[in-house]
């Protein structure tokens, strides 16, 4: 209510915007992700597959009014790169305070977890993870650039990774992870 938000910035400077940013991780690898497609009539596609289990993991955010996002590429999922991860997004938007919704992971509610100043989490309740738009924009992003496709090192699979992110436009992502309950009719 107002007293508690008036309690919480009583001791901090004043912030540009609040924003209301989805969170989530997810595991990219060369486990490839084989699915239907395409093919000319009584010819059976070729897909290539291969089950290497090598993975790097993207941290994202993105703001459920604007569709601006923010992600990394991390060498695991823990509170040292939910850290760095914090900083980073604190540090891309210092003037704003940040609202993170996210799942229950423990990284995520870790004791060693370093949370910048104009960040705040708020939690799904435990195993909804429909409730977090941004695993939509995971799925997309397998989509793109992931089904049906064989990489020969993790290297291709970050290259191809930062490709796909970089095509995601604010208005795309936007499309995604609106929700008229959580943003009003803008």
Known sequence: TVKKAR????????????R???QDEAGFGRISKIGSCWAPKGMRPHVPSHYMREYRYCYGAVDARTGESFFIIAGGCHSDWMTVFLEQLSQAYPEDYIV????NATWHKSKSL??????EFTFIPPYTPEMNPIEQVWAEIR????????????????????????TLSADTLRTIVHRKWACGNY
């Open 143 to 166: 989509k793109r650039g992931f089904k049906n496709k064989a990489f020969k090192t993790l290297n291709q699979v970050i290259d191809q990774l930062e490709r796909i992110i970089q």
């Open 114 to 119: 370093k949370i910048p100043s104009n960040i």
């Open 20 to 22: 209301l940013m989805y």
């Open 7 to 18: 309690k919480r910035f009583k001791h901090s400077k004043r912030f540009r915007k609040v």
């Open 100 to 103: 993170l919704v996210m799942d």
